[in-house]
């Protein structure tokens, strides 16, 4: 923007030069001439839908850049206005992702959030999962033991029980209808601990991590399979009170209930 202002004063100098000539005989044609030519230039500069570039979005792209480079919030307003400039949703959030992904780079991770923030408002519902994406990188970035969270499931088979699968899903009690983790071992070997992790997410942010790194309280249905009976447990575990980023649980075998079928 600033070479633009300086450009726009190299060209009115020999202008104004001319007009300030006595004999001078195209002043109202020239005086004319430039009213016409900057005055379509600044309609373009600040036009939302501008034919070749715009002023506003040069200002709102410095702004951005400035708070990015001092890990500041983006100020909400701008940064809306910046995204709803955009043809469609998509867009919208491509360029949102395009200024998030800058500000995980630099480390800006204050940027970072206000940005997840009003991309969220920008753009609906309907980019929900792929904002959970975003969270996942941004926690990952910032906090980079969480994201090898796990919990660890120590196993005592049901009694007369020749185990052929378990099945494990953990959520969060009064919190979204999606679980956290879901995951099915097929013949497992229960001589050592099994492993829930991010990796057993059916959302990507939406996962063990983010449960450790916000201290949920979680529930965790197991159940079993054996060669003709089916069995399950429920338990619960407050995460406040994780270590480095680990928890276990025991399932012990007078624990199982039969399930019916």
């Not at 726009?8 to 005086?31: C, D, E, H, T, W």
């Not at 660890?152 to 956290?180: R, T």
């Not at 079993?224 to 447990?233: G, P």
Request: glycine fraction near 4%.
């Amino acid at each position: 923007m600033i070479i633009i202002v300086f450009l726009s004063i190299a060209i009115l100098m020999p202008v104004l030069a001319y007009l300030l000539q006595p004999l001078a005989n195209q002043k109202a044609l020239v005086f004319l001439f430039t009213i016409l030519f900057f005055g379509g230039f600044i309609f373009n500069f600040t036009s939302s839908h501008p034919f070749l570039g715009s002023w506003v979005n040069a200002t709102e792209s410095e702004a951005v850049s400035y708070a990015i480079k001092n890990d500041e919030e983006l100020d909400d307003f701008l940064i809306s206005r910046y995204l709803n400039n955009k043809r469609s949703k998509e867009d919208s959030f491509l360029l949102g992702t395009q200024i998030f992904y800058k500000s995980v780079e630099l480390g800006s991770f204050t940027s970072a959030e206000s940005i997840l923030k009003i991309i969220q408002k920008s753009v609906g519902e309907n980019f929900q999962p792929l904002i959970f994406n975003l969270l996942a990188d941004l926690r990952d970035a910032k906090y980079p033991t969480v994201s090898n969270a796990k919990i660890l499931l120590n196993i005592e088979s049901p009694n007369n029980c020749q185990l052929n699968s378990l099945n494990f899903f953990a959520s969060i009690p009064n919190g979204p209808g999606v679980n956290i983790a879901s995951k099915q071992f097929e013949s497992p070997d229960i001589s050592k601990p099994l492993i829930l992790d991010k990796d057993s997410a059916l959302v990507r942010g939406f996962d063990i991590p983010s449960a450790f790194l916000n201290q949920e309280t979680i529930k965790i249905e197991a159940e079993a399979k054996c060669d003709k009976q089916f069995f399950s447990i429920f338990k619960s575990l407050d995460l406040g009170y994780s270590k480095n980023n680990q928890d276990e649980l025991f399932f012990y075998a007078n624990e199982w209930l039969k399930k019916e079928q």
